[in-house]
């Protein structure tokens, strides 16, 4: 049986390919969270609630990932984000909701008879 030279170093594994080191490093990251919206989908369609205007926001956002189009993370953050650039006249005294909801409309005032 030969004798291993402490002097010398093993040899390293190959490098991996650096353009695959991408998927390699956030593949199963990435999967637990798709797994996870996933998971989110099924619960509130179980109670009920899959037409709450959030749900629909990460719909129309999750139609994103999949259009081929790049700056998918940009596009999808404007998709959930107010558009608009004048403050409400009316606070609604709410938080940050995760998505926009287009204000309901102010009913008309009565006309003077």
Same mark, same amino acid.
């Given at each position: ?46 109670? =009920? ?18 259009? =081929? ?23 609604? =005294? ?20």
């Amino acid at each position: 049986m030969a004798k291993k030279n402490p002097q010398r170093p093993a040899p390293l594994a190959p490098v991996a390919d650096p353009v695959r080191a991408v998927v390699d490093h956030g593949f199963i990251a990435v999967r637990a969270k798709l797994i996870e919206v996933a998971a989110f989908f099924d619960r509130a369609e179980r109670h =009920g609630v899959a037409d709450d205007f959030r749900c629909a926001a990460l719909r129309r956002a999750a139609k994103l990932l999949c259009d =081929g189009r790049p700056e998918r993370a940009r596009r999808i953050l404007e998709s959930l984000s107010d558009p608009t650039t004048r403050p409400e006249l009316v606070s609604s =005294g709410k938080a940050a909701l995760g998505a926009w909801r287009k204000p309901a409309a102010l009913p008309k005032p009565k006309a003077k008879r």
